[in-house]
């Protein structure tokens, strides 16, 4: 298996336009997670699915962000419209039930 | 809800030497499984170790070993040896034992994170 497929690796975009992460999870994992990485502020959990359901929501930073498994096993992350704030590493990971988790290589995200 | 602290940001050591990675955790659980993932500068996230919160032995992975006091609530990561490959930022992280449901608790929670230099 490749692991967890994140696109883009690397995404720059202007100050209000729409930014869309997308992740494909490794094959037979259920759980699915998008974490945001800042100097500031760490590691933070954005969300997270389960069967592809959402189960935990409450790091979303505000409307602007959205999440979707549109199947089990793609989830996109958007963004619309986009801030410099939301300049950060976003990582998506995957699991299945207590098995470690597998991290992709990260969308490092510059909004200008 | 749980909260890791690492307490210390940067770390410094000679290569060949030993060093250790503090970490402590909050928790009102009894069953839980704690780690520690390295990210170099690939920024990929990478799976150091694991320690089930029941098993009184430490975990052990070849030159990496933790020493997990249960009831202190300390989780601190020993790199024996210690390798030029081994310079990367070091997360400890805690999730709780209460998976295979919908209960919402397979997330990790990660430190802030310990920022490892090996000196040649």
């Known amino acids: 298996d490749a692991g967890v497929i994140q696109s883009p690796r690397h995404e720059v975009t202007e100050m209000g336009q729409e930014v869309t992460l997308r992740c494909k999870l490794i094959s037979g994992h259920n759980s699915l997670f998008w974490y945001r990485q800042t100097m500031m502020r760490g590691l933070e959990l954005l969300i997270y699915f389960n069967n592809n359901v959402p189960i935990d929501d409450s790091g979303m930073p505000e409307d602007r962000f959205s999440a979707k498994m549109p199947n089990a096993s793609f989830s996109t992350l958007k963004i619309q419209p986009s801030e410099p704030r939301d300049s950060a590493v976003y990582f998506c990971?995957?699991?299945?039930?207590?098995?470690?988790?597998?991290f992709g290589s990260g969308t490092q995200l510059s909004v200008l | 809800a749980q909260t890791v602290t690492q307490s210390q940001p940067e770390m410094s050591v000679q290569e060949a030497e030993t060093v250790t990675l503090s970490c402590t955790y909050d928790?009102?659980?009894?069953?839980?499984?704690l780690f520690w993932y390295k990210q170099p500068p690939s920024r990929q996230m990478i799976l150091v170790i694991r320690q089930e919160a029941y098993k009184q032995q430490n975990a052990t992975e070849n030159r990496f070993s933790v020493n997990f006091q249960k009831a202190a609530k300390s989780f601190s990561l020993k790199i024996s040896d210690s390798q030029l490959g081994d310079a990367a930022m070091y997360f400890c992280?805690?999730?709780?034992?209460?998976?295979?449901?919908?209960?919402?608790?397979?997330?990790?929670?990660f430190g802030t994170g310990t920022r490892l230099t090996i000196i040649p």
């Open positions: 990971a995957s699991s299945f039930r207590d098995e470690k988790l597998f």
């Open positions: 928790t009102s659980e009894s069953d839980y499984y």
């Open positions: 992280a805690y999730r709780s034992g209460l998976v295979g449901s919908n209960f919402g608790n397979e997330k990790l929670t």
